[in-house]
Structures are given as C-alpha cells and as structure tokens.
C-alpha cells in the first residue's frame, strides 16, 4: 500500500478541465484542447508522495526542464506551447505553468544510464545484466559504464513501482521502428546532457523521458534532466564502489529512513511530515542544482 498520503483537491480554474492528479504535477486541458502542466511543490519518496512540501520545488522543475529544452532542440522538439498563464489561473502558477501540445504518449519510461546504480546496480549484481543487457565482471555501485545503455521501463500506476524491461518488450508494446526511434534518441539526448553536465562540474548518471508522438513526430514530453527524474553526482566527489552524493532528494529518503523518523518502511503506515531542516536543506540541493547547470542564480 503506497500513493498519497493525503491526496489533494485540484483547484477549480474556469476554461480549463482537470485531467490527472500525478505525482508531482496537476493535468488541465483548456478550450484549444492543450495541455496545461502545473508542477507543484509536492515530494515523494518510497512510493510515497509525502505531507510535506519543498518551497519552489515546482518552479526550479520547470524553469530547469524550459532550459534544457532549449540546450535540445536541435536535437529533438519539445511538447511546450507557451509559459503563458491561462486566464483565471492563481498567482502561485507562475514560472510553475507550461501550456502544452496534446501527444500520443509512449506508455515507455525511456531510462539512458552511464553509470551503475539504482535498480540497475540491483539486476546487474544479481545477473551481470541490467534489462537483459550483458555487462563485463567487476562493476560495482558508481561505476562507468562501457557505453551509455538504454534501459526501458513499464510505467506503473502512482504509489507503484516502474518496472524494468528488456528492449525486445518495448519493441512488441510499441513496434520495432519506434523502439528503434526511442532508443536512438534517448540514448542521443542523454548524450548531449552527459556532456554538458560534464561541463559544469557534473555526472548525469541516469536520466529518464518521457516521449508521445504528434502525427509522424516523436516528441519529447514531460520533465526533462531535473533532479526528480536524474542523478546529477559532483564529479569531484565521484568514487565508485558506494553511493554517490546525489542532487536529489536523498536528505529526505535518509530522514525517513532514520530511527528520527519513528516510520518503518515496511509497514503499510504513511510517512510522517518532515522536519523544517530536512524541508529546507533539500530545496537547497535543488536550487544548487539549478545554479549549477544553468549558471544562473535562483
């Protein structure tokens, strides 16, 4: 048993239709048939999306995926219409609000990894494989892959884990050509992103995107290479062999995870609200990480 610990009431807002309560973000559709994004400043962690917020946690994810849209678009258009705000909407939707292209999704998480981590390192110590990929001996939590790898996972229902899958799964869900496509541009967006993390300081571990298709065009959606949906390391810190320091949201997860808590994972128990210390040493990480990649101050 996971999901929201106390699921919230989407705001009412006159011309727009409320389509999804997610995660992280609110789904509208307006007149035109768009899509309006809202991301807000909610937090989840082990299935869990928790009682707490991080302040401006929803603006940096927006205003970082706006910029790294921008760093892409040579190499793949984006969903984002206009940042504009839709008439009626609150104040607090600004810089959090992205009015977007309605798509066919992909129902595929496309996961690029360079280094060894996470669910991969799991698989990989099991089977030497992560997604059915082969992998050389001696590898260990932290380390560099050979050659970026594209590793697919099934999205799963919110309060539920995204399940690895082996390309040729993607290939029956989706068609070979379109597995191909996936592959080929995650594995290339991820690329671009790897170096220029590597630019600032930074190791893009991992990422994932998520894609939907407008006609012939595939078409990057979604949030793109924030710290909710990547592992961003200080490349002067990186030494494999343990786990890295992370611009993410592990100040949370070790809370939680300590007696301070009073919370057993394991039970079916929701997580309790986190203390201001933990709130705010986490929306530092974020910010940090915006600063970092965009050389901009928040």
């Known amino acids: 048993m996971s999901g929201f610990v106390e699921k919230p009431e989407p705001l ?18 307006n007149e035109a048939g768009e899509l309006v994004m809202v991301a807000s400043d ?26 790294w849209f921008d760093q ?6 984006n969903h984002v219409l206009s940042t504009d705000l839709p008439a009626g909407a609150p ?39 992560v997604c059915g990929l082969a992998l050389p001996e001696g590898l260990v939590d932290g380390s560099e892959l050979p050659a970026p790898i ?7 229902a919110v309060g539920e884990h995204d399940e690895n899958v082996s ?25 671009r992103a790897l170096d220029v993390a590597r630019e600032r300081g930074l190791i893009l571990a991992d990422t994932k995107f998520e894609f939907g298709f407008e006609g012939e065009r595939l078409i990057l959606a979604d949030e793109v290479l924030t710290p909710d949906s990547s592992r961003f390391w ?26 301070a808590s009073g919370w057993d994972r394991k039970s079916e128990q929701p997580p309790p609200a986190l203390p201001q210390d933990v709130v705010d040493a986490t929306r530092a990480k974020y910010i940090e990480a915006y600063e970092r990649l965009t050389g901009t101050a928040w």
């Open 72 to 77: 892409l678009a040579d190499l793949v258009p």
């Open 91 to 129: 104040a607090d939707w600004a810089g959090r609000t992205l009015v977007c292209k309605s798509l066919e999704m992909v129902p595929v998480e496309c996961v690029a990894r360079g280094y060894l981590t996470g669910s991969g390192l799991l698989e990989y110590d099991e089977s030497r494989t």
């Open 12 to 29: 009412e807002v006159p011309g727009l239709v409320h389509l999804h309560t997610g995660k992280v973000r609110e789904l509208y559709q």
């Open 234 to 259: 200080p490349a002067d810190l990186w030494e494999p062999g343990h786990a890295q320091p992370s611009y993410d949201k592990q100040f949370v997860r070790n809370w939680l995870t300590s007696p």
């Open 150 to 156: 594209f590793t697919p996972a099934a999205k799963a």
């Open 167 to 191: 390309y040729e799964e993607v290939a029956r869900q989706v068609g070979a050509e379109t597995a191909a496509q996936l592959r080929q541009t995650t594995l290339a967006v991820y690329g």
């Open 42 to 67: 909610r937090l989840s962690a082990y299935d869990w999306v928790l009682p707490s917020e991080i302040p401006d946690k929803g603006r940096v994810l927006t205003q970082l995926s706006l910029w």
